[in-house]
């Protein structure tokens, strides 16, 4: 299972950005999708999940200008971002617990590589 993330960059204080992470491989079922962030020296932080039942969750400090999405045909969550200030800067990682289809296999939660995002002026 691999989840491979896009759509990281530049981007001035006050405007969007929309991330995009697709899973692929044998998944059997995917339970979940979300996002974390990282800085240097700093430890991860959760921003946003969203479960299969489509209920979704957001770091106190997103609410309001971030908004998860997944599309389960396609295997991809999308995490708009608007609005955004200079304290959103960070590496942006994507997750999702899931179920692989090999006999067995048990629910595990799978990371992404990261996607830059910078907000800067």
């Known amino acids: 299972v691999q989840l491979q993330a896009s759509g990281g960059g530049v981007v001035q204080p006050g405007g969007s950005l929309r991330l995009s992470c697709v899973a692929s491989g044998s998944i059997y079922r995917i339970h979940s999708m979300g996002w974390y962030r990282q800085n240097p020296g700093k430890q991860r932080e959760y921003v946003a999940t969203?479960?299969?039942?489509?209920?979704?969750e957001y770091r106190e400090t997103v609410k309001g200008r971030f908004t998860i999405s997944w599309d389960t045909a396609k295997k991809t969550v999308y995490l708009q971002m608007n609005n955004v200030t200079p304290e959103d800067t960070a590496v942006y990682y994507c997750?999702?617990?899931?179920?692989?289809?090999?006999?067995?296999?048990?629910?595990?939660?799978?990371w992404g590589l990261g996607t830059q995002v910078t907000v800067s002026s």
């Open positions: 997750t999702s617990f899931i179920t692989e289809s090999t006999a067995g296999s048990r629910m595990q939660m799978y």
């Open positions: 969203i479960d299969s039942d489509g209920i979704v």
